[in-house]
């Protein structure tokens, strides 16, 4: 189960837009900094696959302007033995 975060940079101007088009992702989480002008972004998948699905829909978000990775692991699923 991929877990990472990310500092997700939105174009001038577009913070809130940005946070609220992450929040309607359901594999993320969003924390706008009150005082920068960047999003903390947590994002959880199930499968590896999954996770580059939802980088390459991050991507094409208009209001971001660059997605810095923080931190990322991958837990083993409940599922596998």
């Known amino acids: 189960m991929p877990i990472k975060?990310?500092?997700a940079h939105p174009h001038i101007g577009k913070?809130?837009?940005?946070?609220?088009?992450?929040?309607?992702i359901d594999q993320c989480?969003?924390?706008p900094a009150e005082?920068?002008?960047v999003i903390v972004l947590v994002t959880e998948t199930?499968?590896?696959q999954?996770?580059?699905?939802?980088?390459?829909?991050?991507?094409?978000?208009?209001?971001?302007?660059l997605l810095a990775l923080v931190s990322?692991?991958?837990t083993?699923?409940?599922?596998k033995n």
């Open 5 to 7: 975060s990310y500092l």
């Open 15 to 24: 913070k809130n837009e940005l946070a609220e088009t992450l929040s309607k």
């Open 29 to 31: 989480e969003v924390m």
């Open 35 to 37: 005082n920068k002008n």
């Open 46 to 48: 199930d499968t590896d």
């Open 50 to 65: 999954e996770d580059e699905q939802l980088k390459e829909k991050l991507e094409t978000i208009p209001s971001l302007k």
């Open 72 to 74: 990322g692991f991958n």
């Open 76 to 79: 083993p699923s409940p599922n």
